[in-house]
């Protein structure tokens, strides 16, 4: 069971808008520590996506987009593509944890 | 450019230890802030952070695999190792290597899948 809650699934058609949640607690993401999202493609490594909470790495496009507020953050993909298609994965510090970072246990992207 | 690749065995017997090897270009792990991390993902499960050391030396490790765990660095070569005692057949994952960039991990190795079976 991970610290970061995620939803398993989440799907859209294309050229819609999609959210992710990402609820932690008040020793991780409450605690004001930075939130991460990562995305990974069917048989790639993970790639980085949002650093953060809100930042887009050169080369990712505007149609990705993160927040955070209280002990939960969101992903935002809007003008959904095919190639979108993918895990997704929040990941933060735990402070509970003698200094741990923690990922979410993922969410599986489905394009319609 | 910043590069990782992981190497190793890619088949280990239960209770055997596993050694992996992380090699980087790009960077160096004495510039401060600088990072390395190791991260695995069972076959069609979630990431897990395993492990973490920092360019000072400084080391941190997955609460729930500290006691099975060592990372260490040989900066001259542009490598970190992880060493994980006792396999089990529930350790079958694929090992990620990462550049840590003071907060996210930034650059990722392809990955190598180690398969824990007599």
């Known amino acids: 069971q991970s610290v970061l809650t995620q939803p398993p699934s989440v799907s859209g058609a294309p050229g819609q808008r999609v959210t992710i949640s990402c609820t932690g607690s008040s020793s991780n993401i409450g605690a004001g520590y930075d939130v991460h999202w990562y995305q990974q493609l069917p048989g790639t490594a993970p790639k980085l996506l949002i650093y953060?909470?809100?930042n887009r790495p050169s080369g990712v496009p505007d149609r990705f987009s993160g927040s955070k507020s209280g002990t939960s953050a969101s992903l935002a993909i809007t003008g959904l593509q095919a190639e979108d298609e993918a895990d997704y994965y929040c990941?933060?510090?735990?402070?509970?944890?003698?200094?741990?970072?923690?990922f979410g246990g993922g969410t599986k992207l489905t394009v319609l | 450019q910043i590069t990782l690749k992981e190497s190793g065995p890619t088949l280990v017997k239960p209770t055997q230890t596993l050694t992996l090897t992380c090699t980087f270009s790009?960077?160096?792990?004495?510039?401060?802030?600088?990072?390395v991390g190791w991260i695995r993902q069972p076959p069609g499960k979630a990431l897990e952070w395993l492990a973490l050391?920092?360019?000072?030396?400084?080391?941190r490790y997955s609460p729930s695999l500290k006691s099975r765990l060592t990372i260490t660095k040989d900066t001259s070569k542009n490598q970190v190792v992880l060493t994980m005692t006792n396999m089990d057949p529930v350790d079958t994952a694929t090992y990620y290597c990462?550049?840590?960039?003071?907060?996210?991990?930034?650059?990722w190795g392809q990955g190598t899948l180690v398969t824990v079976s007599s």
């Open positions: 790009g960077f160096s792990l004495s510039t401060s802030g600088v990072g």
């Open positions: 990941q933060s510090y735990d402070s509970s944890l003698s200094g741990s970072l923690v």
């Open positions: 050391i920092y360019w000072d030396d400084d080391k």
């Open positions: 990462a550049h840590y960039g003071s907060g996210p991990f930034d650059y």
């Open positions: 953060g909470n809100s």
